[in-house]
């Protein structure tokens, strides 16, 4: 079956540190791929998604890109911010059709001014 | 405009009693799904519906677990007879349509405690 494989936490850095939170998956046919945050009192939000091989998604100076020969989603950033602290979610999308989300475990992001 | 709403946000009962859950999803949004997301774990997917049917009830653990969208809007997630190991947060989450391009949104959730 599918299932997402996440680097575990929690993760402290300093602000303007560099970030990596690392991710790989094992799935059959070619998955999309997703990172979503939880932000403290939130709920999930999107953050980022690739849907094909090679794809870079981006957004809020967060990266990552769909590397097929490793199975794998590396979320970066290079310079965090103590706004950055929530909690990230590296998941897939089989695209058989229902679109349901394997999600990892999460990594818990602490930035510390 | 509004999001995805879940009602109550926190509900505590005692094993063996039943419980429902509520989502209100985005309006005009056809596909809606029910996640679980138990301490220090991801979500896993419990059930998906396309307008009024459920397509995948694949994630539901077991026959105390249902849920029902009868008029392809609001969903209710049912648990017969409570046990402790189903306290978790369920999630409800929608999207305009039942394809990855669409955005989907998730509600708050509605934190189960079963004493």
């Known amino acids: 079956g599918n299932s997402v494989t996440q680097m575990e936490g929690p993760v402290t850095l300093s602000e303007e540190a560099f970030l990596t939170i690392n991710c790989t998956y094992t799935a059959t046919g070619y998955p999309s791929l997703f990172w979503y945050v939880q932000y403290p009192g939130e709920g999930l939000q999107l953050l980022l998604k690739a849907t094909k091989a090679d794809d870079k998604g981006s957004n809020k100076g967060f990266e990552a890109t769909y590397r097929k020969e490793t199975t794998s989603f590396h979320l970066e950033k290079g310079s965090v911010q103590v706004s950055d602290s929530a909690v990230y979610f590296c998941?897939?999308?089989?695209?058989?059709?229902?679109?349901?989300?394997?999600f990892g475990t999460g990594t818990r992001l602490t930035i510390i001014p | 405009g509004a999001g995805v709403s879940q009602t109550p946000s926190n509900k505590v009962t005692e094993k063996g009693k039943y419980v429902e859950l509520r989502c209100d999803p985005i309006?005009?949004?056809?596909?809606l799904y029910w996640y679980r997301q138990s301490l220090g774990q991801g979500p896993e997917f419990l059930i998906y519906?396309?307008?009024?049917?459920?397509?995948?009830d694949s994630g539901l653990p077991n026959d105390r677990f249902f849920a029902v969208r009868p008029e392809g809007s609001v969903s209710t997630l049912k648990i017969q007879r409570t046990e402790r190991g189903d306290s978790a947060m369920y999630l409800c989450a929608s999207r305009l349509t039942g394809t990855a391009n669409s955005p989907l949104h998730f509600g708050n959730g509605t934190r189960l405690t079963v004493t």
């Open positions: 519906f396309q307008g009024t049917g459920a397509a995948d």
């Open positions: 309006s005009g949004h056809t596909a």
């Open positions: 998941a897939l999308s089989a695209n058989f059709g229902n679109e349901k989300l394997t």
